[in-house]
């Protein structure tokens, strides 16, 4: 079946360093890739998306670069602040047989931004 | 997110007992979605439905059941054949447009007495 693989699952950087989280689809149909962020005990908030015909995306410190080819997608965080700490999951939209979409969540990587 | 709404915020289950979450969204979004959060892992799929009357089993559908009879709520039934239903509970709802994504509402905590 469709599966998103989702690294690192923990990640530690310094405040004011760079993080990168990288995911890979299996779904070639896939046409739709958001980035979600949870906090502690919270819903997941979307915090930026991608679609197929993108190679990149960027809103303020945040960017996300899709590689259709080799199937890869990952999100760029850029002098990250301690409030950047939480879980990042990635996701993969595609159809399914009966024509509703489906996404295809990332195990989710946990970042820890040390002050 | 403050369009669809969960509750309860907090649900006990007895043993033996079937218990309803609920799911509402006032986004005019054609799509629902359960999923089910264990402590420090993804979001799995329970259940799906793009329109009223129709639903999909998901990766873990077993010991849970749905239903679609309105488009703005979808609620979530955990049925005693569900052993380990302790988890967190997030329904989520999106539009069958290409353009937009999917909301997640607050969460349901459930936890077995």
């Known amino acids: 079946g469709e599966n998103v693989e989702q690294h690192p699952s923990t990640l530690s950087v310094q405040e004011g360093d760079s993080a990168v989280i990288k995911c890979t689809y299996s779904d070639s149909a896939s046409n739709y890739f958001p980035w979600y962020k949870q906090e502690l005990g919270k819903r997941p908030q979307l915090i930026i998306d991608i679609r197929s015909n993108v190679g990149e995306k960027k809103d303020q410190r945040i960017a996300v670069t899709l590689n259709k080819t080799a199937k890869h997608f990952s999100l760029h965080i850029t002098e990250t602040q301690p409030e950047d700490s939480a879980v990042y999951f990635c996701a993969a939209r595609g159809l399914d047989t009966s024509g509703t979409y489906k996404y295809i969540f990332g195990t989710g990587t946990r970042l820890k931004v040390l002050a | 997110d403050g369009g669809i709404t969960q509750s309860p915020k907090y649900l006990f289950r007895k043993e033996g007992q079937n218990v309803t979450l609920s799911c509402e969204q006032n986004l005019n979004h054609d799509a629902m979605y359960w999923y089910r959060q264990d402590p420090g892992q993804g979001l799995r799929l329970i259940y799906y439905s793009q329109i009223v009357n129709d639903f999909q089993k998901g990766d873990i559908a077993e010991g849970y059941s749905v239903s679609r009879e309105k488009k703005e709520s979808f609620p979530l039934t955990v049925t005693s054949a569900q052993k380990n239903p302790t988890a967190f509970y997030l329904c989520?709802?999106?539009?069958?447009?290409?353009?937009?994504?999917?909301?997640f509402g607050p969460g349901t905590r459930l936890l077995v007495l």
């Open positions: 989520a709802s999106g539009s069958a447009s290409v353009q937009e994504t999917q909301y």
